[in-house]
């Protein structure tokens, strides 16, 4: 059985720092690109930044970009965001996701991904 598990959100003032991991198991890790998602309540679920499967390549959304930072350790099947200079406007549940297809590529649609956790919840207080 897949499973995908978020932890280190939490509540913290505008400016600081938090970093998200995803732990994975049943999947074959290091392989899949992976990628963080986040949602607000009554809005779409926003791409946030992705890894391919060797961790080569990174691409993130416009609005973290210069911000964010994720990277990943195969040896450990683990995944992580490092949020920095956090806003207000970063609060949401964030998910990381993992994209079976083997492609080598890092893709930035929701329904490119096949496994999801449960999601973490960020906090961003002014």
């Known amino acids: 059985q897949v499973q995908l598990i978020e932890s280190g959100g939490g509540m913290v003032q505008a400016g600081g720092s938090l970093r998200l991991s995803c732990a994975a198991s049943?999947?074959?890790?290091?392989?899949?690109?992976m990628g963080w998602f986040r949602r607000v309540p009554g809005q779409e679920r926003e791409f946030v930044a992705g890894?391919?499967?060797?961790?080569?390549?990174?691409y993130y959304g416009e609005s973290v970009q210069g911000r964010f930072i994720i990277s990943r350790d195969n040896g450990r099947n683990m995944v992580y965001l490092q949020m920095n200079s956090l806003k207000p406007e970063d609060t949401a549940v964030y998910y990381c996701?993992?994209?079976?297809?083997?492609?080598?590529?890092?893709?930035?649609?929701?329904?490119?991904?096949?496994?999801w956790g449960q999601g973490t919840l960020v906090t961003v207080s002014t």
């Open positions: 996701a993992a994209d079976s297809s083997v492609s080598g590529v890092v893709r930035t649609r929701p329904n490119a991904y096949d496994y």
């Open positions: 049943g999947v074959t890790f290091s392989v899949y690109a």
């Open positions: 890894i391919s499967w060797r961790g080569d390549n990174t």
